[in-house]
């Protein structure tokens, strides 16, 4: 880790004193709390080593609001938080040294500020099974890393989004460096394995809250917890500012439930036209990160291009490193995989402008990727073919636009797919995400199908968007915006100094209690309810 600053590590210290002045009201407002009588005595455990280590990002502040409602309901909550208990964790992943240790000190001081003492469960090292087990391990290439199983756990793929994440890639180097951090990973899994199997068998909670559930430490945790038939929810940002998913399933690939009204009303139709409106300008953020402060029409000479072919095509990727592409590699290997086929695709249809677009995410400062689109552009001399243009993940040239100008618009498994149904364009997946498990676009079952597919659609004369289509995706947005996105903005503000990064707000803990979003977070840990707003 690079040293900081001392006006960072000032500013750094003013923040995270703000953070614990209120974390200290709050926990004196519920510590006068009578007990209920009807809550029980089964605790609710509260888990997320994979969001923070010395700043307040949105998931560890979602944590910890989760944990309030719960207890403000009267349940018992414990916070299980991460004690030097990894030989390397994902977020201490140091890219220009992958031999650095986790920077566990920041770490444990900022999370003994979060979490009330007496409500806490340390996780350390079993160091004895990681010596024993890492005999077993060493030599290893990545391929037989990642089908490593320990007592019945698929450790190696549990941990191989994380590895991915945290190198930035998807295709992974095999060399000593890379097989030594997976193997810090793998052993850590296998000592948290151990760690939670007595907690939980100790505890036996009603329930357990992890971040995302992708991560290997939430992983393992989850696997360990539905092994026991103990509820899990997981959590992750929602697509509002300061706004939160909690799912019973993968928070990254919730199901969203339409309802049985067949159609919006005008004032829901109305208050989504206006977050369009803001989207369809790039006026929107995730994650706290804003991809674009404003978007820019089409240049004239792409539509001078455009002029001289029979059609266009937009071609929109992903973040190949991406948690969502857990769920997505279903007809293809990964997205590269897809790629490839359509460098195919493209020689094939000379008649035919193919504007691919990188994913703005793909070059966001500290997050950058290190097996980019734009690599896969060049590598494979792209540039000088006559009937494909790219944009790379800085260009703020507006996708919408593009999408209106195209015939046909095809994605891996990126959101805008969704949008694009609504602007009335076909859209052809190749990969899955949460919203093709209802009509919203067109997902076929095999790689042969896709590949068909997208023949017949580029040829086609008369290609149109299925009724149901735009109606599900218009209910579908409007679903995750409105109902599943949980409003937590009552509670939380955007850091001043730290982008991504938030502070609480000085709110009175009591709101706690009527909140809607809290209401509706509480009765979806306690009674297993939807996670959905009325």
Not at 24 to 45: M, T
Not at 122 to 148: C, V
Not at 498 to 517: C, R
């Amino acid at each position: 880790m690079k040293l900081k600053a001392p006006s960072n590590r000032l500013r750094d210290a003013r923040a995270n004193a703000r953070v614990r002045r209120q974390v200290d009201h709050v926990e004196s407002y519920l510590s006068s709390l009578q007990p209920r009588a009807d809550a029980g005595d089964d605790p609710v455990l509260f888990f997320n080593a994979s969001t923070r280590i010395h700043r307040l990002s949105l998931n560890a502040a979602f944590g910890l609001l989760a944990s309030w409602a719960t207890r403000i309901g009267g349940v018992p909550t414990w916070n299980v938080y991460c004690h030097q208990g990894m030989q390397q964790c994902i977020l201490g992943t140091n890219l220009q040294d992958l031999t650095a240790a986790p920077p566990c000190s920041r770490c444990i001081q900022f999370g003994t500020g979060l979490f009330q003492q007496d409500r806490t469960i340390s996780l350390t090292m079993n160091l004895r099974l990681i010596k024993a087990l890492r005999e077993e391990l060493s030599g290893q290439s990545l391929e037989s890393l990642s089908e490593w199983e320990y007592e019945g756990l698929p450790l190696g793929q549990l941990c191989l989004p994380g590895l991915r994440w945290a190198l930035r890639r998807h295709h992974l180097p095999d060399n000593a460096s890379v097989q030594e951090l997976y193997r810090k990973y793998l052993l850590s899994a296998a000592s948290l394995s151990e760690s939670f199997t007595e907690i939980l068998q100790k505890r036996r909670p009603r329930a357990l809250v992890v971040f995302n559930g992708i991560f290997y430490p939430e992983a393992v945790a989850r696997h360990v917890a539905l092994r026991m038939n103990i509820p899990v929810v997981t959590h992750e940002v929602g697509l509002r500012p300061m706004s939160a998913f909690f799912s019973h399933e993968h928070a990254t690939f919730r199901q969203v439930d339409l309802g049985n009204d067949s159609e919006l009303t005008p004032d829901q139709d109305h208050e989504l036209e206006k977050v369009l409106a803001d989207r369809f300008k790039g006026r929107f953020s995730m994650a706290g990160v804003r991809f674009w402060e404003e978007m820019e029409n089409l240049p004239g000479w792409l539509l001078e291009k455009m002029s001289h072919f029979r059609q266009t095509v937009s071609v929109f990727a992903n973040v190949v490193f991406d948690t969502s592409q857990v769920h997505a590699n279903v007809l293809f290997d990964d997205m590269f995989d897809w790629l490839d086929e359509m460098r195919g695709v493209f020689e094939n249809h000379p008649e035919t402008l193919f504007v691919l677009r990188a994913h703005p995410d793909e070059d966001r400062p500290g997050k950058r990727s290190r097996e980019s689109v734009a690599d896969w552009v060049g590598t494979n001399q792209l540039q000088g073919r006559n009937n494909v243009v790219f944009f790379g993940a800085p260009d703020r040239v507006s996708s919408y636009d593009l999408i209106r100008r195209s015939k046909l618009v095809l994605i891996y498994n990126s959101s805008i797919g969704l949008e694009a149904s609504i602007l009335g364009k076909p859209v052809l997946s190749a990969g899955r995400a949460r919203f093709t498990r209802t009509p919203t676009v067109y997902l076929p079952d095999t790689r042969q199908a896709y590949l068909e597919s997208l023949r017949r659609f580029i040829t086609s004369d008369d290609l149109e968007v299925p009724a149901d289509f735009i109606h599900n995706a218009r209910k579908i947005l409007y679903v995750e915006l409105f109902r599943a996105s949980l409003d937590l903005s009552a509670f939380l503000r955007p850091s001043r100094s730290a982008p991504g990064m938030v502070d609480f707000s000085k709110f009175d803990p009591a709101t706690i209690e009527h909140d809607a979003s809290m209401q509706v977070i509480k009765s979806g840990i306690i009674r297993g309810a939807p996670f959905l707003l009325q």
